[in-house]
């Protein structure tokens, strides 16, 4: 059973434009969220995080709100450049243990110049 | 501050096989996990590993191991390798393991099982 789902496995955006990619959980236990991005042959870098008990969080570009009672978290970019094209992964962690990520299996963005 | 290093980057086995990997945290990180990623599941942990202790395990048979150092270095290892453990297998670390801490992940050994 996935406790992080990305439904949509890609994303195609203009530049300039906002990037809005989804992330839905199903572990009420979850309490921390992070996104990653990951280029081909890199592994995956940490962009921006939330707290459960916070419901978005700002850093640039970036943006990442988290509707708790929807179970529901995304990732705004505003505005996309053709650099931002990449695999993005939503993460969930519980109870402290950020060790242990549970992973969605990613959505593929492209910032078309 | 040099990156989390993995090596080797590529590796091609045959089944039944076994096959080793390392990883080398950023230096004073004391916390390690390994992931497999595949195209049909995602990234899934495999196990965690903090001062020389695994503290956690993922769902994977025991075929799949590791060991932590008393330098945080890490390696696992993949016994009678089968055609399913072809991965990238991804190597994060973690200053302590502790709350709310991002993890920094390596580039990856591109395990190839024929």
């Known amino acids: 059973d996935q406790q992080v789902k990305q439904n949509s496995p890609s994303l195609s955006v203009q530049e300039g434009r906002i990037s809005i990619l989804n992330c839905d959980y199903t572990?009420?236990?979850?309490?921390?969220f992070l996104w990653y991005k990951k280029y081909p042959a890199e592994g995956p870098t940490f962009l921006i995080s939330?707290?459960?008990?916070?419901d978005k969080n700002e850093d640039g570009r970036f943006t990442v709100f988290l509707n708790k009672s929807a179970k529901h978290l995304s990732l705004h970019i505003v505005p996309s450049q053709p650099g931002d094209s990449a695999v993005y992964f939503c993460?969930?962690?519980?109870?402290?243990?950020?060790?242990?990520?549970?992973f969605g299996k990613g959505t593929l963005l492209t910032v078309n110049p | 501050k040099a990156g989390v290093t993995q090596t080797p980057r590529y590796l091609i086995k045959t089944r039944g096989q076994q096959v080793t990997l390392s990883c080398s945290p950023i230096?004073?990180?004391?916390?390690v996990s390994w992931y497999q990623q595949t195209p049909g599941q995602g990234l899934q942990f495999l196990f965690e590993?903090?001062?020389?202790?695994?503290?956690n395990k993922g769902n994977f048979p025991g075929r799949f191991s590791g060991r932590q150092f008393s330098n945080s270095r890490s390696e696992m290892n993949v016994s009678t390798l089968e055609l399913g453990d072809s991965a990238l297998y991804l190597c994060?670390?973690?200053?302590?393991?502790?709350?709310?801490?991002?993890?920094?992940f390596g580039p990856g050994t591109r395990l190839t099982v024929l």
């Open positions: 939330i707290s459960s008990i916070k």
């Open positions: 230096s004073g990180h004391r916390s």
């Open positions: 590993y903090f001062s020389e202790t695994q503290r």
């Open positions: 994060a670390s973690n200053p302590s393991g502790s709350s709310y801490n991002e993890q920094f």
């Open positions: 572990n009420s236990m979850f309490d921390y």
């Open positions: 993460a969930a962690s519980a109870g402290g243990s950020n060790y242990k990520l549970t």
